[in-house]
């Protein structure tokens, strides 16, 4: 029984020995863990912070964006709006010039008046010269095709010497200020 005895003391002393460096193991392993883990959670905190960055950026990019084309349409605005400033003063004129060339017809057939035609002819090329200078052009309608864009058709009249669509007589000018209509010409159209 003796022998049995110092195995078990030599037991004892080597379950020892080795449960000694497991208890030191534990938290050496356990720190690691939570370094692990730790630097999991960071890494995790720093793509979430990368990803709210990267979408701030964008955020930040589409309202430059956005601005930038403000600035542009409101520059083009700005720039129609001085281009055709004149726009409702002319139109509003148009009426006074018809007046104007159906008085100078009427005075061609009555030489009584012969001066006083002068007269308003010279003040009605002046009227003409001053909205010229400001873009207004008056339409050459007759013997070109029907167009919607610039010709209101009051009627269709038959016609030997024009095709089918063509404007055939002028009853009212038109006239386009710079690039735009601002009064599409009456006429009458050969069927």
């Given at each position: 029984m003796?022998?049995?005895?110092p195995?078990?003391?030599e037991?004892?002393?080597a379950?020892?020995a080795?449960?000694?460096p497991?208890?030191?193991?534990e938290?050496?392993?356990?720190a690691e ?13 720093i ?8 979408e ?12 930038d ?12 709006l ?7 003063l002319?139109?509003?004129?148009l ?24 007269g308003?002819n010279?003040?009605f090329?002046q ?10 052009t008056?339409m050459?309608s007759v013997?070109?095709?029907?167009n919607?864009?610039?010709h ?7 016609s030997?010497?024009h ?6 007589e ?5 006239y386009m200020?710079?690039?735009k209509?601002?009064?599409?010409a ?6």
């Open positions: 003796k022998e049995t005895a195995e078990t003391v037991n004892s002393e379950a020892e080795s449960s000694a497991q208890s030191e193991q938290p050496a392993a356990e863990a939570a370094e692990a883990a730790g630097d999991t959670a960071a890494q995790a905190e793509e979430r912070l990368r990803n709210e960055l990267s701030t950026q964008q955020r930040a990019l589409r309202a430059q964006a956005d601005f084309n403000f600035r542009r349409r409101t520059q083009k605005e700005k720039e129609e001085a281009k055709y400033a004149s726009s409702k002319i139109q509003e004129l009426p006074v010039i018809d007046n104007f060339e159906r008085a100078l017809q009427a005075s061609e057939d009555n030489p009584e008046f012969e001066s006083f035609s002068k308003v010279m003040i090329r009227l003409e010269q001053v909205l010229a200078a400001e873009g207004l008056a050459n013997g070109q095709p029907f919607p864009e610039f209101q058709a009051i009627m269709q009249v038959e030997d010497e095709e089918e669509g063509i404007v055939v002028e009853v009212q000018k038109g200020l710079k690039d209509v601002l009064r599409p009456m006429v009458k159209v050969s069927m």
